[in-house]
């Protein structure tokens, strides 16, 4: 084997060691140089391994030395897989060059993004050719960006520096599979995404994010070039994303799109593409088609009609469908609807087969796009109502908007098992790293949910656990309110907002609030929000105050706002130094059984005749609390507190399990008129 070891991936991260002479605010840390001869010592025996490593311990460089020492010298490509943009951003732009000059290597690196990021040659011509009208707003967007898409190589949105209000008309661009003519489209040669995908036969590393990783399983591997070896970096969220990208959905927007498309009705008068057809083809007998499309139009409208009637007005964003349900008769009733739908469904797509035989197929590769599409929507449906409902392995749920059905969809039970059989089963080394995987410091919880399972015990799989360097004892405490009201009960958002007007107050802003629930954001923002202007303090909520991006500018940009969000802000933010110094968790992350993928986590363990609250809920909402806490110390300078205001942390004996799986172990329980006192000196 080519010079490669441990050892010598050890010595590069050593004092005095190349990293030191040529990475800028390179410092040495013991924790490491471990992780990385680890992943190097998995790498060489084509073992898998689990690793968690805490903020602070510098993974991502632990990860890529190895994998480009092994990728060289060994001639094999290494896939490395994120979570988030920002880190893979991060890799491609500052991580890979830092290397380069280090290793003084070169290194073919290639990004592999979602097919949206590029330009379709396509879309483009036919809105130059004017066969797409366009409101003033997309006018301006299409100005301002025609000079980069007549000059750019790459295609690649990130190019385009434009203000977000106008970037957001950037779908009238963007390739989508589901117009995508592929091989039958005459740019084929010159396509942005197609050259983007032959580069990543050259690379050495190929950079890329969870949902890519995915949709290439999905499509079986015809996107990524052959590879065995993958580095899973923020892990924790691969399982999560692999039950939402590996499902299947029926989606009303999309069958009502398609076949607009062929036949609609625009003040009084007919047009579509059928009749454009027909204007081209005298003789083409467009006739049956017209009249199936419309039928199907029209049961499509009523099966999702009949399946909103089926929603209680609290019913949020979906409706997990169970055997009780699907028993009902609204349930029956939209089956049967289905049942027409898909019938007529074959009709119009072996219709539109015999149109595209009565012309020259290759003069419309739109009539074939329109025809695969129809196809897989079918497809998808089928699927859902006449192979998963009901079934076991299946979960089946319909999601909502307002009070309005707007898919159905299924997803897997046991989404470890579709990992396994279609991603490790080929790989010869795996690598999984987070700062977030271990719960109690035991990796059961992540290797079984992660379908990890069956190599446990066994030589394949490692685990690894490398704890922050950081002085947690020092730099961190954190307070549990005894006092509040259970935070199901109507006070509590008016107890949290009271006790946030005092935590503000003492602490200047420089905070972050994390909910778990829209409602509650909202009925303590508005409380808030007076107090917060009286006072001077810059107050930002998720969804009231604009994008994430332009909200981490603004608390940037101020030293005295207060961030307040969910769910991306428990893992997305790195805020270092003063600029957070308190961090409040307003409730402790369990997630709602009425969630489809919690519900399919219930079932998973319910199946097995074991207790899912215990296996799945509390260390799952203990993973996402561990992540939520990590937001607060993000280098060995800072300094902070968290402030934890549901009482069960403290009350119910599982709050050990969330206690023991966070790096800080100053933890104190106080009533809240005490608090403002208490941290007083922290402050
Ligand atoms: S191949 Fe697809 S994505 Fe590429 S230019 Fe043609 S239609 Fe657009």
């Known amino acids: 084997m080519a010079s490669f070891s441990p050892e010598k991936i050890a010595a590069y991260f050593a004092p005095?060691?190349?990293?030191?002479?040529?990475?800028?605010?390179?410092?040495?840390?013991?924790?490491?140089?471990?992780?990385?001869?680890?992943?190097?010592?998995?790498?060489?025996?084509?073992?898998?391994?689990?690793?968690?490593?805490?903020?602070?311990?510098?993974?991502?460089?632990?990860?890529?030395?190895?994998a480009i020492e092994w990728a060289k010298t060994q001639h094999e490509k290494v896939v490395i897989t994120t979570k988030t943009r920002a880190l893979q951003q991060q890799i491609i732009e500052k991580d890979i060059p830092d290397l380069k000059r280090a290793l003084q290597m070169d290194i073919a690196c290639v990004e592999a993004k979602g097919r949206d990021n590029y330009l379709c040659w396509n879309k483009y011509i036919e809105i130059l050719a004017g066969k797409r009208a366009l409101k003033p707003e997309e006018q301006e967007f299409m100005t301002a960006v025609l000079k980069w898409a007549e000059n750019t190589k790459t295609g690649d949105k990130k190019e385009i520096s434009l203000k977000s209000s106008l970037l957001r008309h950037w779908h009238l661009l963007a390739s989508d599979r589901r117009s995508c003519l592929r091989n039958k489209c005459q740019f084929h040669d010159k396509c942005f995404r197609l050259k983007m995908i032959k580069s990543l036969e050259k690379a050495d590393l190929i950079i890329t994010n969870h949902a890519m990783l995915l949709s290439d399983i999905l499509v079986d591997n015809s996107i990524l070039p052959e590879y065995k070896y993958l580095v899973v970096d923020e892990a924790h969220a691969l399982e999560r994303e692999s039950f939402d990208k590996l499902a299947l959905s029926f989606v009303r927007e999309e069958i009502t799109e398609v076949l607009k498309v062929l036949e609609f009705h625009d003040k009084g008068f007919k047009r579509g593409y059928l009749r454009q057809l027909r204007r081209k083809n005298q003789q083409l007998a467009i006739?049956?088609?017209?009249?199936?499309?419309?039928?199907?139009?029209?049961?499509?409208?009523?099966?999702?009609?009949?399946?909103?009637?089926?929603?209680?007005?609290?019913?949020?964003?979906?409706?997990?469908?169970?055997?009780?349900?699907?028993?009902?008769?609204?349930?029956?009733?939209?089956?049967?609807?289905?049942?027409?739908?898909?019938?007529?469904?074959?009709?119009?797509?072996?219709?539109?087969?015999?149109?595209?035989?009565?012309?020259?197929?290759?003069?419309?590769?739109?009539?074939?796009?329109?025809?695969?599409?129809?196809?897989e929507i079918s497809d998808n449906a089928f699927c859902i109502m006449d192979e998963d409902l009901g079934t076991e392995a299946k979960i089946v749920w319909i999601e909502t908007g307002g009070e309005q059905a707007i898919s159905i969809s299924s997803s897997h039970v046991r989404i470890g098992e579709i990992l396994d059989n279609k991603l490790y089963a080929?790989?010869?080394?795996?690598?999984?790293?987070?700062?977030?995987?271990?719960?109690?410091?035991?990796?059961?919880?992540?290797?079984?949910?992660?379908?990890?399972?069956?190599?446990?015990?066994?030589?394949?799989?490692?685990?690894?656990?490398?704890?922050?360097?950081?002085?947690?004892?020092?730099?961190?405490?954190?307070?549990?309110?005894?006092?509040?009201?259970?935070?199901?009960?109507?006070?509590?958002?008016?107890?949290?907002?009271?006790?946030?007007?005092?935590?503000?107050?003492?602490?200047?802003?420089?905070?972050?609030?994390?909910?778990?629930?829209?409602?509650?954001?909202?009925?303590?923002?508005?409380?808030?929000?007076?107090?917060?202007?009286?006072?001077?303090?810059?107050?930002?909520?998720?969804?009231?105050?604009?994008?994430?991006?332009?909200?981490?500018?603004?608390?940037?940009r101020n030293n005295n706002a207060v961030l307040m969000g969910l769910d991306t802000f428990w893992e997305g933010v790195d805020l270092k130094g003063d600029l957070l110094t308190l961090l409040v968790v307003v409730k402790l992350p369990f997630r709602s059984l009425s969630e489809p993928y919690s519900s399919a986590g219930?079932?998973?363990?319910?199946?097995?005749?074991?207790?899912?609250?215990?296996?799945?809920?509390?260390?799952?909402?203990?993973?996402?609390?561990?992540?939520?806490?990590?937001?607060?110390?993000?280098?060995?300078?800072?300094?902070?507190?968290?402030?934890?205001?549901?009482?069960?942390?403290?009350?119910?004996?599982?709050?050990?399990?969330?206690?023991?799986?966070?790096?800080?172990?100053?933890?104190?329980?106080?009533?809240?008129?005490?608090?403002?006192?208490?941290?007083?000196?922290?402050?």
């Not at 939520?628 to 402030?643: C, F, N, P, Q």
């Not at 206690?659 to 100053?666: C, G």
């Open 287 to 375: 006739d049956e088609s017209l009249t199936l499309t419309a039928k199907t139009a029209d049961l499509a409208e009523q099966f999702f009609n009949q399946l909103s009637l089926g929603l209680r007005k609290n019913d949020s964003f979906s409706l997990v469908l169970t055997d009780e349900i699907t028993e009902k008769t609204w349930f029956k009733k939209a089956f049967e609807i289905y049942s027409d739908w898909q019938h007529l469904m074959r009709l119009l797509i072996n219709s539109l087969k015999q149109l595209s035989r009565d012309i020259e197929e290759e003069e419309e590769p739109e009539l074939f796009n329109i025809i695969a599409v129809l196809e």
């Open 426 to 556: 080929k790989l010869s080394g795996l690598i999984m790293l987070s700062a977030t995987l271990a719960i109690e410091d035991k990796f059961d919880f992540f290797i079984e949910k992660v379908g990890l399972s069956q190599y446990t015990g066994t030589e394949r799989l490692d685990c690894l656990l490398e704890k922050s360097p950081f002085d947690y004892k020092n730099q961190a405490c954190l307070y549990i309110l005894s006092d509040m009201p259970d935070p199901k009960h109507q006070e509590f958002s008016q107890t949290v907002a009271r006790v946030m007007m005092k935590l503000l107050s003492a602490a200047k802003g420089r905070t972050m609030v994390l909910f778990t629930a829209k409602k509650s954001l909202s009925e303590v923002s508005q409380l808030l929000r007076p107090f917060c202007e009286q006072e001077g303090i810059p107050l930002l909520v998720q969804n009231e105050d604009g994008s994430f991006g332009a909200m981490m500018e603004e608390y940037a």
């Open 16 to 66: 005095q060691g190349l990293l030191q002479k040529f990475v800028t605010e390179y410092k040495y840390r013991s924790e490491q140089a471990e992780l990385a001869a680890a992943i190097a010592g998995a790498l060489m025996e084509d073992r898998f391994l689990v690793a968690e490593a805490g903020t602070g311990v510098g993974k991502t460089l632990a990860y890529l030395l190895p």
């Open 602 to 683: 219930d079932k998973y363990f319910r199946l097995q005749n074991r207790n899912s609250f215990s296996n799945f809920l509390l260390p799952d909402a203990a993973v996402r609390f561990k992540q939520g806490v990590g937001r607060l110390i993000r280098s060995e300078t800072d300094r902070g507190l968290v402030i934890v205001m549901d009482n069960r942390l403290a009350a119910k004996a599982y709050g050990k399990v969330f206690l023991d799986s966070i790096p800080i172990k100053n933890t104190i329980e106080t009533e809240k008129d005490k608090l403002t006192t208490l941290i007083g000196d922290w402050l």
